[in-house]
T-cell receptor
Framework: DGGITQSPKYLFRKEGQNVTLSCEQN?????MYWYRQDPGQGLRLIYY???????QKGDIAEGYSVSREKKESFPLTVTSAQKNPTAFYLC?????????????FGPGTRLTVL | DQQVKQNSPSLSVQEGRISILNCDYT??????FLWYKKYPAEGPTFLIS?????DKNEDGRFTVFLNKSAKHLSLHIVPSQPGDSAVYFC???????????FGTGTKLQVIP
């Protein structure tokens, strides 16, 4: 079964700690994305990557970092510089064959910083 | 700067009636539009899309209408069913542009 997996489903961290959220896809998609969802704010783009070893900042990249060492994997690190990290994080991927296609989303990770 | 706007945070509709969800956009470069459905604590799932060369696209109970001159699109669900209760996100993108911009969502409640 092809799809996107995110782990863990729930994550708790102490304030000041960095934390890495996992995202893996076996859809052979080139493009991958990280979004953050807060109540009433929709999905806001953190980072995206069109190809291995390359990524671009989205609209709210401050306090986050990513890597894209493999096509299948796009982990997101929430650093201690992120002022308000508690949120629902969503990873997505999309084929690069053309631009008229949809993104596929993972099930999300709920991060709570105590 | 909210380039994709869903001005109604919530909508309640009786089962069997039509649900109409609206979306406005400001960026005239957008030429591809999508609707996603999202249940709580889950990732969004793709519902239907439309490119700017069309003004209507239908898929079963779901129809999306695009009015390019007004920069407005709408999603019609007929007939509405209780299982349609979810948050619906409108999204927009442009050819050659990997970013996808989402609206803030409309929470639909279908009352049995």
């Amino acid at each position: 079964d092809g799809g996107i997996t995110q782990s863990p489903k729930y994550l708790f961290r102490k304030e000041g700690q960095n934390v890495t959220l996992s995202c893996e896809q076996n859809l052979n998609h080139d493009a991958m994305y990280w979004y953050r969802q807060d109540p009433g704010q929709g999905l806001r783009l953190i980072y995206y990557s069109q190809i291995v070893n390359d990524f671009q900042k989205g609209d709210i990249a401050e306090g986050y970092s990513v890597s894209r060492e493999k096509k299948e994997s796009f982990p997101l690190t929430v650093t201690s510089a992120q002022k308000n990290p508690t949120a629902f994080y969503l990873c997505a991927s999309r084929t690069d064959r053309d631009f008229y296609n949809e993104q596929f989303f993972g099930p999300g990770t709920r991060l709570t910083v105590l | 700067d909210q380039q994709v706007k869903q001005n109604s945070p919530s909508l309640s509709v009786q089962e069997g009636r039509i649900s109409i969800l609206n979306c406005d956009y400001t960026n005239s470069m957008f030429d591809y539009f999508l609707w996603y459905k999202k249940y709580p604590a889950e990732g969004p799932t793709f519902l239907i899309s439309i490119s700017s060369i069309k003004d209507k696209n239908e898929d079963g109970r779901f129809t999306v209408f695009l009015n390019k001159s007004a920069k407005h699109l709408s999603l019609h669900i007929v007939p509405s069913q209780p299982g349609d209760s979810a948050v619906y996100f409108c999204a927009a993108s442009a050819w050659g542009y990997q970013k996808v911009t989402f609206g803030t969502g409309t929470k639909l409640q279908v009352i049995p």
